[in-house]
């Protein structure tokens, strides 16, 4: 069994920061691509970001240049660092572990609000 816990969502100025951190227990973290994704009422989820074991990473147009994202494996941990935020980034996002064999897990969501 895997718990993602994220931490790190709130309100920033438009411009601003912030830093998410998603922290995984069990023992597929090493194993598994990890993912960000953002959803905001209405819409589907969408993934942010994905960082694969190795560190290969992808990243949606929108947040291209902006959001990085990185893992660190002894830490059982991954980031999402997101810079010069928009308004538009207002949503709730969401860790999620695509582990071996299509297991899946998502965390709880943290909510980030984009606003002056």
């Known amino acids: 069994q895997v718990q993602l816990v994220e931490s790190g969502g709130g309100l920033v100025q438009p411009g601003g920061s912030l830093k998410l951190s998603c922290s995984a227990s069990?023992?597929?973290?090493?194993?598994?691509?990890m993912d960000w994704y953002y959803e905001v009422p209405g819409k589907e989820r969408e993934q942010v970001a994905s960082?694969?074991?190795?560190?290969?990473?992808n990243y949606a147009d929108s947040v291209k240049g902006r959001f990085t994202i990185s893992r660190d494996n002894a830490k059982n941990t991954v980031y999402l660092q997101m810079n010069s935020l928009k308004p538009e980034d207002t949503a709730v996002y969401y860790c999620?572990?695509?582990?071996?064999?299509?297991?899946?897990?998502w965390g709880q969501g943290t909510r980030v609000t984009v606003s002056s």
């Open positions: 999620h572990l695509d582990g071996p064999l299509g297991v899946q897990y």
């Open positions: 069990g023992n597929l973290f090493n194993f598994s691509t």
């Open positions: 960082i694969t074991v190795s560190g290969w990473t």
